[in-house]
């Protein structure tokens, strides 16, 4: 067939790819077109062997063709400066070690890491309490935004390509492999610090709140830790897709904040019965669904604040891992109960859920729109700082660590 005289084009879909192939999908979340290079040949063949032709507006600006393999390669040092926890206790155990640079695998980039967003499970993985999955590097950090250089196979069409992208672990460091599925590009206008903000707090919010808990348009829910980096992700998310959002914070000054950055209503959780003014705030009816963070006594206050068909999601438990529930109240109130935790979640999956937010959540960020709160950042070799600025709680937003101004 003769595909060129017919000016078809097709996407990695039409062409019937393997559905969640990582490569293929930030081929097509990148909006590229891809044809046959060479008539009458098998297509996926040509894959394995990199006889496809790319093209695309984002690709040829960022000049990937450019740039040869062996230019790239010998520009990587064999060591970089990553960040290893390796003791439980105290941020002060944080050192800073001398690592081979990672080598990427097949459907992996290596990206030169200009930025890592700091999480609590990485506090609570330097103190021993969230042992890193298996495969994932012993080196710290779930986030990070920067420049690919190499890749394991197709996707060194993407040398050059500025980035941010989810890892299980390794983010701390000056270089970190990423699955190419969870890349995603950095629009003009978000610098590094932005970007490596994102992903993190974006994908288990995305995941939890929208996918698990069906949040939807009208829908009221109520998140806690309103200022933490993932009620600052939640806020914003309610806002662009027409929740209404309470959140709780434990002190005024915090819910002033939530407040300024768009929750619709903030409850001093110190100072307030948040059931009593989530009954008030919603005249009674109560939301539809709540995003747990504290787990323990809170989840039967928690169910207490759910209308009727109402969906709690549980992604940590920071006061305790077990809870008492009615399960009368469950049955009568057809409650749901759910949660995840993202990180140990396959590739696969992980890159179904980057492929939604980019149809989803990023034309909002290359518009603008959406833009992390960022509450501070710190060089790597002040990760310790960091951490010890997070167990403060006096953060608002997002701290980063930033590797490269
Ligand atoms: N399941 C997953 O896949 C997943 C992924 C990422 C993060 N997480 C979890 O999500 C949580 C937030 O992560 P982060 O990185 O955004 O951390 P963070 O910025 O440090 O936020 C922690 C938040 O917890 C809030 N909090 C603590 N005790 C509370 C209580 N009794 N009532 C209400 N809020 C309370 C704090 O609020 P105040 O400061 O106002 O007290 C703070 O805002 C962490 O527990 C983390 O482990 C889960």
Not at 70 to 89: F, G, H, N, R, Y
Not at 189 to 199: F, N, R
Not at 244 to 251: E, K, M, N, S
Not at 353 to 379: C, H, K, M, N, Q
Request: proline residues 6%; glycine residues 10%; charged residues 25%.
């Amino acid at each position: 067939m003769r595909l060129r005289a017919l000016h078809m084009r097709f996407d990695a879909r039409d062409l019937g790819f393997q559905r969640f192939d990582p490569f293929l999908q930030f081929l097509d979340r990148e909006g590229v077109e891809i044809l046959p290079a060479e008539l009458g040949q098998r297509i996926l063949r040509f894959v394995g062997e990199e006889i496809v032709e790319i093209h695309g507006p984002k690709l040829t600006r960022c000049l990937c063709k450019s740039i040869s393999r062996s230019a790239v390669s010998s520009a990587i040092p064999e060591t970089m400066k990553a960040v290893v926890a390796p003791q439980p206790d105290g941020a002060e155990e944080l050192s800073v070690v001398e690592r081979p640079v990672p080598k990427p695998g097949r459907g992996e980039v290596l990206v030169r890491v200009a930025a890592a967003g700091v999480n609590r499970p990485d506090v609570l993985q330097r103190r021993g309490l969230y042992p890193p999955p298996p495969g994932a590097p012993d080196i710290l950090g779930l986030e990070i935004a920067g420049e690919i250089v190499d890749s394991g196979d197709l996707a060194q069409a993407f040398v050059g390509q500025r980035v941010c992208a989810l890892v299980a672990g390794g983010g701390y460091a000056g270089y970190c492999v990423a699955p190419a599925g969870t890349c995603l590009p950095i629009p003009v206008g978000l610098s590094m610090v932005e970007a490596a903000a994102i992903p993190e707090t974006l994908f288990t919010v995305w995941s939890n709140l929208f996918e698990r808990g069906f949040a939807a348009d009208g829908d009221t829910v109520l998140v806690h830790g309103g200022t933490s980096g993932i009620g600052t992700m939640a806020v914003a998310l309610g806002r662009l897709f027409g929740l209404t959002v309470i959140v709780t914070c434990g002190t005024d000054s915090k819910c002033r904040r939530a407040e300024a950055l768009g929750a619709d209503s903030a409850i001093n959780y110190q100072t307030q019965d948040f059931v009593e003014a989530v009954k008030d705030l919603t005249e009674g009816k109560g939301v539809q669904v709540v995003l747990d963070m504290v787990g323990g006594d809170y989840v039967p206050r928690n169910l207490a604040c759910l209308a009727d068909d109402g969906r709690h999601v549980s992604i940590a438990f920071q006061r305790g891992a077990k809870s008492e529930i009615v399960i009368p109240d469950l049955m009568r109130r057809r409650l749901t109960l759910t949660g995840s935790t993202l990180r140990p979640r396959s590739v696969e999956f992980k890159t179904m859920v980057a492929d939604e937010i980019a149809r989803t959540v990023w034309p909002y960020v290359e518009s603008g729109r959406l833009r992390p709160v960022i509450d501070s950042t710190f060089p790597l070799s002040e990760a310790g700082k960091a951490h010890a600025r997070m167990e403060a709680g006096d953060h608002v937003g997002k701290i980063v660590l930033e590797l490269l101004k």
